[in-house]
Structure formats: C-alpha cells, structure tokens
C-alpha cells in the first residue's frame, strides 16, 4: 500500500488500503451509493455499525440538484450532526455530488473518497472539485472543498465493463500527455489487457496531484488539467441535451482529438495521438463544431468573451489560456 500525501489528506493506493478506512470518530456515518456499486461494491467495504446507506439514481444524467435534494434529505430526516460523516462509494457522479453535498450540508461535514471506477480513481477523486450539472450544462454548479481521506483500491476495478475502464483510460492519455512524455510511451506501446493498472494508477495521481498542490483552485496551473475537457464538456454537453448521454471518458478522447488539431504538435505527433485512440477506443458519434458552439460558448473556464482552451506544445507539455473567437474556431 502506498500513501500520497495530498494538499490537507492522504491518498491510500492499494490492496490493503481499505484497512485505512476508520469512522471511528464520527457520530454518524452514511455510505452514498447507486444502485451499481451498492449491488457490486458495498460488500467489499469492511463492516460499519450503525451506518445509513444512501442511493442515487446512476449515471451522469442524474448528476443534478435532484439526486443532491434525496443525500439532503436522508441526511437530515436521520439527524445527521455537523460531526458525522459521508462516504461516496462510487464513481466520479458520486463523488462529486457526495462531496459537494456533503460540504454543503449545515456549513459541512466530513467526507471520505472511495472511488469504484478507474476515472474516479485516477481523477475525480483528487483535487476538491465538487459539483453537479445544472441545465444540460457540465459542472455549472460547483465549489472546491477536500476529502477527509481518498481510498483506492484496484479490486473495484473488477466490478467494471470494459466502455467503463475506457472511459477512466482517457484521463490517463491526457495526465501522460499534458505531463509525462515517457508515460506517454509507456501506454502507446501497450496492450491495454496487460496494463499493470496499480502502477497505472499510481503514476496519473501523482501527475494530477503534484498539479493540484502547486495551485489548487485552479488560478493558474491546474488549468493544465483541462486539456481535452473544453470540447469534451461540450461533447458530453451536446449527448445530455439530446437525453443521450455518453460516458465521461468517450467526451474526453473527442476533445483530446479536437484540441490535438488546435495544439502545436507535429502533423506525425497528431496522427499518432488520434490513430492510438481510435484503434483502442470505440467513440460515439463526434459531433460537427457548429453543433458544439452554443455550449462552448457557456463554458465556465472562458476569458473575455472567448473560449478558452488548455493545449498541447509537445508531448508532456502544455500551455493555458488559449483563447480562441467563434469565428476563430
């Protein structure tokens, strides 16, 4: 088991790390869920007396004030004080709206990270950011406020399909390509089914997490962290409009091959980029730019009325602000 000391919390990496799950401290505890990881996943915690469990609807469509209106109200309808505690037990939708409800609820209680999916894993559950989708618009509404403690165990990665570790696999790409060239190399000249997940994982929380520690509210830096998310929130904006929703990581790879275009990279390091996830990875339809516009002009990361972007000037390195006009694009 490994320790990854974050800003104010520990990160716990491994087969052993949910020994470090302790409530022992608290007067009450609740383990949010949805109806995958309770049935999948709520076994393999160990054993908490007394504890409530709370369900959500799943999927990133449910991600709204509506799931956050059931964890207030079961939080308040069983007395829950200003020293108890939620653990999210789940991926990144449970995460980010555990959490945020969670510092939300009477000024803020606790709350403990146990991501369930890769994408969780390597991302959603570190760094602070909590939120939930707000009219068809990706993380609208949202704040900044950390865990007490995040757990990470590879044995939830069992209880996953195959789209659902892709989906993760995207914020590893982007980790390697914003930051770690040999990274980069590593995954590219890899068999995704013979991936040691553990070093996997351990590798892109270090990247994200040496980001985040240098400027955690994303003043600077961590808007390094955006790459591929300007379009893929629109992407995955576009999908949630039509009542279709895609999975967050499908969103990611269409930006990742939408701003590699806008980088400055090499015409072979372009192609490389986009042949590797489309020989690895099957996409959703991408939508045209027009199509996109109306949400890429909403995105909350944009400066003086232009869209802004995080791009690529060579693999593992990256420069922010980019700002580009709608007629520009």
């Not at 609807?57 to 939620?86: A, M």
């Not at 869209?307 to 420069?319: A, P």
């Amino acid at each position: 088991m490994k320790e990854i000391k974050a800003d104010n919390y520990s990160i716990w990496v491994g087969d052993e790390s949910l020994s470090k799950l302790d409530v022992s401290c608290y007067s009450k505890v609740a383990i949010l869920v949805d109806k995958n990881t309770k049935r999948d996943c709520l076994s393999l915690l160990p054993k908490i007396n007394n504890s409530i469990v709370i369900e959500v609807p799943s999927g990133e469509q449910k991600k709204n004030i509506s799931s956050c209106n059931i964890i207030w109200e079961e939080l308040s309808l069983n007395n829950f004080d200003r020293d108890s505690v939620l653990i999210n037990l789940g991926g990144g939708v449970i995460g980010d709206i555990g959490g945020f409800c969670a510092t939300s609820y009477k000024r803020g209680i606790d709350f403990i990270q146990i991501p369930t999916t890769l994408l969780g894993m390597v991302d959603a559950s570190i760094g602070g950011k909590l939120g939930f989708n707000f009219n068809d618009l990706k993380n609208q509404i949202g704040l900044f406020s950390n865990p007490k403690s995040v757990i990470i165990n590879p044995i939830f990665l069992k209880t996953l399909s195959q789209n659902q570790l892709h989906s993760g696999f995207a914020e590893v790409i982007k980790h390697a390509l914003i930051k770690n060239k040999k990274h980069w190399e590593l995954l590219s000249n890899s068999s995704f089914k013979n991936l040691d997940w553990k070093h996997i994982i351990e590798i892109s929380i270090q990247i994200k997490n040496t980001i985040v520690k240098s400027d955690p509210l994303e003043k600077n830096n961590r808007k390094k962290l955006n790459f591929g998310h300007t379009y893929g929130h629109a992407i995955e904006s576009y999908y949630l409009e039509k009542k279709t929703p895609i999975l967050h990581g499908e969103a990611v790879l269409m930006g990742i091959i939408l701003e590699c275009e806008l980088s400055l990279l090499s015409q072979n390091e372009k192609n490389d980029i986009k042949n590797y996830i489309l020989s690895n990875f099957q996409l959703p339809d991408m939508p045209s730019k027009n199509k996109l516009m109306k949400f890429l002009l909403n995105d909350k990361k944009n400066k003086e009325a232009k869209i802004n972007f995080t791009l690529l000037n060579g693999i593992g390195n990256c420069t922010i602000d980019n700002l580009f006009t709608k007629d520009e694009l």
